[in-house]
Structure formats: structure tokens, C-alpha cells
């Protein structure tokens, strides 16, 4: 195993590389579209809840390989021409949105009904409100599902490669193919994506410390 | 890094309405500068990964070709086979440099190129497996192929007769790549793999102690290349079925195959009429 | 244009594909509900001992793509002599990793289960398999549902790549009609819409059971009450 990560770093740490600029793509777009698929989903209006509801229903409810392959094949169809690593964040993203906007939802939930009553009667807009009371206090909440998420993003970048984005699962195949050692290959493979990972649990877990955050346990 | 550029010019491309925007797929690559194609890089000797970099007989035919297309870069999509032909008709690469066989349904739906290899299926078995010497001896075996692929059809096709002769194969099973299913037959869960010929001697040249070609069946096949079948990419498809004659008729093919293959081939300059 | 008539003709291929994606999945949930509950249970009852290990378990399932634990098992595995068939290979990915969440799910219940109860069990002669079943689980059911149901959801949904390792499921044999009839959108939309279909049925049925557990429990016993009512007697629990 240690002989392959020897030989092979190279095109290994290109293929890492790869595997994060898309996950850490597909994680900061969909922390941003998150939040407003959140707002959309504890909206007021039934005709905002409703489309937003839906999108969560599919974007959660199908595979992620099949998502993968449905972006890929459908955007020509529809005349939109992007590169496969674009369609791979793009699909990430989408994907990334209907958890997170779930997990911000669930966090939005728990801020107490009386301090977004006060702020209207202080006459703090509805935009306001949300800035500076609700999502200071729901990220704080939700580092920990939010942690789980980003960790489920990495883990998901492993199946770009059907769409022709050459990250570090494809990379661990070339190298099965000319080595014949899956074993020892694979076992490299999961150790740098588990390090990755487990430096992400680090930092949201020193970032949780800092905060006092996370959803109250009794 | 060489994403960042490609993931903003892909970002920035946005919306381009794909259909009426080229008038001529030729004109429009030697325009934009980039040729686009799709390959699947694990088909050795064919087309396959060595450090990085993508190599094998396509890829030096490639390099001949390029000449001819004086600054265009040539930008390879690599992906599964089972998405080769379905992105080539939605239009996510202008060409597909990869080994396809050539079938009548194909050469139908698709423009293939002039051919560049043969292709005739073969038969590989573990090195020193007594029992099986022809195409018959698959009875009661179980055999293996790409899924998706001609050489799969050719299996069934074959394993038909053995069932009708009373004598089938005991199972056939699919893989996504060529390279797992021989893993497969090194591992003992499958008995025979039928691919190439070209692709089978590759694999019993890396690994002689564990593979052996067995022979071959059916009618001479051969590889194409392929574009689409549309107005757009006519003077394409021409270029590139001209371009193939010529490293065919000037026998710079004949050289590759030597050096790819351990022997010249003897290809025709276009593809048998489908019956 | 979808062409629906398309779909009626491969719906061999799609039924065989739900068929092999059902089984498969279900013996898989099956095998990570109970791995992980024995790990889950493992770790309690002894922490010395098996509190490393597990929580060893539980970080590296957490931290690496089901693929790659796919791969290392029908790939890999006959480098160790480990010769699985594809689909049981998928059942065991599917297991081993699905159980280290449900180790962490039913973690969280136990230790929403106060000490009292326990020590009161023992005390009374309870034997630990009996607190299990009749004073522990009855009471973490409740909680652990909504996590538990979600977790089955996406092992559901990750079981698309066991068309990855070769198995003939929705996913693989979607990609095989699209070779064979050179239609793309129509397959992998309806198969999508299948795997939607088969969550929100889980999904129903993981509410459903809340629900009912919900009418089930007894007053007095309430999770965040129950320090108060630690005095009562914890055989009434078996209610």
C-alpha cells in the first residue's frame, strides 16, 4: 500500500486535488443556495413552500449517480454546453442544496417563536431578522449536521468519474489497471480520502468548541 | 492549476444554444481552437492511462492526424464506455477517438470512420486451463464481457448457438471495463473473456503467466471511430475517414500496429457495407 | 417527446433491476440494523474494551466512499481469499457500512435512557439481554426512528452503486438499456423516479412508525421526565 503511494503520488495528489476544487465548490455554492432554499421552505406563501418542497423531494430522495448521469446527458438537450467538471459541481451543488436546506430548516425550527415575534414588534423586517437574529444563532446549531454533510460531499465526489472527471477514485483504477494490485491500491485510496475527512471532523469540531455550538442535547 | 481556467470559461460559456450554433463542426473547431473528443482510456493497447497521460495506438494516430490541424488543441473526455456513445449523440464531444466496434445498428445510428484496426472477437482463458480450446468448449463455463459492448452481442450471439447445439454456457457476466473483467478471470470467478482480438494478446503479453488466447470466432470485425450522423459534422467525419485512408495507404498504420500490436494488419480502406 | 413505449418494452430489464436492487438492499439494511445495533450494544455494555475498536469502526466507515469499501471487497478481497459474489458483496458494503451509522443512532438512544433505569434492572436480578430488549429499546424506539428511517433512505439510494461492482440493479441495467436503444433521458428518468418511489415509501413508513410509537408509550414514562419519575418502579417500563 505504501509502495503505490510512493510510485504513484503524482497523479494521486492531481486526482485529490481534483476531488476537493469540486467538493469545496459544490460545498460553498450550496451552503449559499441552502440558506435561501430554507427561507423558501418556511416561507409564508404555499406557492414558494411548494416548488421548494419538491425540488428537496427529488434532490434527496434519488441517487447521486443517477443525478450525475441525468445532468450530464440532459444539459445538451436542453442547449446548455459545460464541461464535465462544471456539470459535476453543478450537480453536487443541487444535490448539496436539498440537504443543507433541510438541515437550516430543522435549525430555524429550533429558534424560538418569541424572539422572531419581538423583532417584528421592534420593527426589524422580515430580511433583517433573518440576518442578523435567525442565522447567526442556526449556524452555531447546525455545525455538527453541517460537519456530516461536508464529509457526505467528499464521499459523493468519488462517483464523478462516470461523467469524465478524472478525481481520485478514477485515478486508483488506472493505477489497479496497470499495477494489478486493487488491494493495496484501494487501500490507499481510502486512506486519503479518511484523512481528508478526518481533518474536516478536526476543524468542525474545534470550530464547534469555539462556538459553543451544536443542537442542545438535554 | 488547469481547472480553474476550464471551469471559468465553462462557467462563463453559460447558455449556448447548441443546434443552431454550428454551421460546420470542422470550421467551428479549427475556429475555436479545440477539438474535442470522447475516449474511454481503459482499452489497452488502444487507448489507455500510463502516468497520466493518456497513450496507445489511437493516441499516435491522433498525433499524425493533429499535424493537420494546425493550432487546434486536442482535448480528450475520458469516461466509461457505456457513456461514449449516448454523450457522442448528445453532442457533449465533437468526436469519439476510442475503439468502436463496428456493428450494422451502429453504422447506422452513427457515422463510424474508416476502419483502424481489426476487431474480430477471441476468446481468453486462465493460462494452462486444459479444458478449453474452441469457441465449444464455453459450454458449462462462465463467460465474460464488457457490458454495453459488441463483444458482449458477439457472446450472446455465440452462447445462442451452444444452447441451441444443447450445450450452453453456464452464465454470462457484464463489467463496466475490460480491465475488471479480466481481474475477474485472474481471480477465477469467470472462466473465459471474449473481447478483440488486439486487446486479448495485449492482456497475454502484460500478464503470460495468467492469460492465454484461446482463438478466434465469428466474422472479421473491425474498429471505427465515430462521429455523428448530422449535416454539422459532415466535413468531419470526411476529414478525419481521409485522414485514416492516408495513414492506411502511406502504411503508417501498418507501422503503429507493429509497434502496438506485434504485427501489421490488413485493413480495408472502408468499412464493409452493412448487410 | 418521452416515450413511454419504450420503457413497456425494456420493462424486463427494469423489473430484474428492481428485483435485484430490492433484495439487496433490504438484506443489507437488514445486516447494518443489527451489526450495528451488536456494536452499539458491545460498546455500552463494555466501554474498556470495545469502546476503541468501535469508534475505530465507526470513523473509518464514516470517513470513506462506499465505493471504495466496494471495491476493496469484491476486488480486493481475493488478495486476502475472500471470494464474494458481486451481489453479496454488495449486501456486505452495504452492511458494514450502513452499521457504523446505525452503531452512532443507537448510541444516541441508550444514552437518552437514564442510569437509574439500568442500575435499578440489575439491581432487581434484570439480566442485561432483558434490559435490552424489554426497558431499553421500547423507549429509544421512539428517538431513534427519524434517524433511523433517514439512514435507510440513504443506504437505499447508495445501493445505485453497486451497478459500480457489476450487479445487474436499476442503475446497471438503466445503463444497459441506454446502449441498446440509444434513448438516454427515458431510462434514467424512470429509474430515478423508481428509487424516488421506493424512499418515499420508506420514508412513509419510517413516519408511520413514529407515529404509532408515539400512541403507544405510557404517560409517565417520558424522556425528559424521567429523572423525576426515577423513583417509579422501572418494571412498569415493560408496558
Not at chain 2, 463542426?25 to 477539438?35: A, E, K, P, V
Not at chain 2, 468526436?95 to 450494422?104: L, R
Not at chain 3, 434490559?131 to 426512528?145: H, S
Amino acid at each position: 500500500m505504501f509502495e503505490i503511494l510512493l510510485n504513484h503520488y503524482p497523479v494521486l495528489l492531481k486526482g485529490l486535488t481534483t476531488t476537493l476544487v469540486v467538493s469545496l465548490s459544490a460545498i460553498a455554492l450550496g451552503l449559499v443556495l441552502g440558506v435561501l432554499l430554507a427561507f423558501g421552505l418556511t416561507s409564508r406563501y404555499r406557492l414558494v413552500r411548494w416548488p421548494c418542497g419538491l425540488y428537496r423531494s427529488f434532490w434527496r430522495g434519488t441517487p447521486i449517480l443517477l443525478q450525475l448521469l441525468l445532468v450530464f446527458y440532459l444539459l445538451p438537450e436542453i442547449g446548455i454546453e459545460v464541461a464535465p467538471i462544471t456539470a459535476a459541481i453543478l450537480t453536487l451543488t443541487l444535490n448539496t442544496t436539498a440537504f443543507q436546506a433541510e438541515i437550516f430548516r430543522s435549525g430555524i425550527s429550533h429558534i424560538p417563536m418569541g424572539q422572531i415575534e419581538a423583532a417584528r414588534m421592534a420593527g426589524i423586517s422580515a430580511w433583517q431578522t433573518r440576518r442578523h437574529i435567525i442565522m447567526p444563532q442556526v449556524f452555531r446549531l447546525t455545525l455538527p449536521p453541517l460537519t456530516n454533510e461536508i464529509i457526505t460531499i467528499l464521499k459523493n465526489s468519488s462517483l464523478i468519474s462516470v461523467i469524465a472527471v478524472t478525481e481520485l477514485m478514477r485515478v486508483s483504477e488506472q493505477i489497479v489497471s496497470r499495477t494489478f494490485q486493487p488491494l493495496e491500491t484501494y487501500l490507499a485510496a481510502a486512506m486519503l480520502y479518511l484523512a481528508v475527512n478526518l481533518v474536516l471532523a478536526r476543524i468542525s469540531a474545534y470550530l464547534e468548541r469555539r462556538m459553543n455550538g451544536g443542537l442542545a442535547t438535554e | 492549476m488547469q481547472r480553474i481556467p476550464t471551469i471559468t470559461a465553462g462557467l462563463l460559456l453559460g447558455v449556448s444554444f447548441a443546434s443552431t450554433a454550428h454551421s460546420d463542426l470542422l470550421d467551428d473547431i479549427r475556429s475555436d481552437g479545440t477539438f474535442t473528443v470522447g475516449t474511454e482510456a481503459r482499452f489497452a493497447p488502444f487507448e489507455y492511462i500510463e502516468d497520466g497521460e493518456i497513450v496507445g495506438y489511437s493516441a499516435d494516430i491522433m498525433e499524425y492526424i493533429m499535424e493537420e490541424l494546425e493550432g487546434v488543441e486536442l482535448i480528450r473526455m475520458d469516461l466509461p464506455w457505456q457513456g461514449i456513445l449516448p454523450g457522442l449523440e448528445r453532442e457533449r464531444f465533437d468526436y469519439v477517438i476510442t475503439s468502436v466496434t463496428a456493428t450494422p445498428e451502429r453504422m447506422e445510428r452513427y457515422h463510424l470512420s474508416a476502419p483502424i484496426a481489426d476487431a474480430t472477437m477471441a476468446i481468453l482463458k486462465r493460462a494452462g486451463e486444459e479444458s478449453i480450446n474452441s469457441p465449444e468448449d464455453l459450454a458449462g463455463k462462465v463467460a465474460a464481457a464488457q457490458s454495453g459492448s459488441a463483444q458482449l452481442e458477439a457472446l450472446e450471439a455465440l452462447a445462442a448457438e451452444l444452447e441451441e447445439a444443447g450445450t450452453p454456457v453456464a452464465n454470462i457476466r457484464t463489467y463496466t471495463g475490460v480491465d475488471e473483467a479480466y481481474a475477474e478471470l485472474g481471480t477465477g470467478r469467470v472462466d473465459v473473456v471474449i473481447n478483440s482480438l488486439p486487446n486479448l494478446l495485449e492482456a497475454e503479453r502484460t500478464r503470460p503467466e495468467v492469460f492465454e488466447v484461446v482463438g478466434t470466432f465469428g466474422d472479421p470485425v473491425y474498429f471505427s471511430w465515430a462521429g455523428r450522423n448530422d449535416e454539422e459534422s459532415a466535413s468531419l467525419n470526411a476529414f478525419m475517414d481521409e485522414q485514416i485512408r492516408r495513414l492506411n495507404e502511406d502504411g503508417t498504420l501498418n507501422e503503429l500496429q507493429e509497434k502496438w500490436f506485434g504485427g501489421p494488419m490488413d485493413l480495408p480502406l472502408e468499412l464493409p457495407a452493412a448487410e | 417527446m418521452f416515450d413511454i413505449a419504450l420503457l413497456w418494452e425494456m420493462r424486463g430489464l427494469i423489473l430484474q433491476g428492481l428485483w435485484n436492487t430490492l433484495w439487496i438492499c433490504f438484506l443489507g439494511c437488514l445486516l447494518a440494523l443489527s451489526w450495528g445495533l451488536v456494536l452499539a450494544a458491545l460498546r455500552l455494555a463494555n466501554p474498556r474494551l470495545f469502546g476503541y475498536p468501535v469508534a475505530c469502526y465507526v470513523e473509518i466507515c464514516r470517513g470513506t466512499p462506499l465505493l471504495i469499501l466496494l471495491f476493496l471487497l469484491y476486488y480486493g478481497g481475493p488478495g486476502v481469499g475472500l471470494r464474494l459474489d458481486a451481489e453479496f458483496a454488495g449486501v456486505f458494503g452495504i452492511g458494514l457500512y450502513g452499521a457504523c451509522y446505525f452503531a452512532e443512532i443507537y448510541r444516541g438512544g441508550f444514552k437518552s435512557i437514564p442510569k437509574g433505569q439500568l442500575e435499578a434492572a440489575r439491581m432487581l436480578g434484570i439480566s442485561p439481554w432483558h434490559a435490552l430488549i424489554r426497558i431499553q429499546i421500547p423507549q429509544m424506539a421512539r428517538l431513534i426512528t427519524p434517524p433511523g428511517t433517514n439512514q435507510l433512505i440513504i443506504l437505499v439510494k447508495e445501493s445505485a452503486l453497486i451497478s459500480i461492482i457489476s450487479v445487474d440493479d436499476l442503475t446497471k441495467n438503466a445503463t444497459t438499456i441506454v446502449n441498446q436503444t440509444f434513448q438516454v433521458i427515458e431510462p434514467y428518468l424512470a429509474v430515478a423516479l423508481l428509487y424516488w418511489l421506493m424512499i418515499e415509501l420508506v420514508a412513509r413508513g419510517g413516519y408511520a412508525l413514529e407515529k404509532r410509537l408515539a400512541n403507544r408509550r405510557p404517560r409517565h414514562i417520558s424522556l425528559k421526565s424521567s429523572h423525576k419519575n426515577a423513583h417509579k418502579d422501572p418494571a412498569h417500563a415493560n408496558g
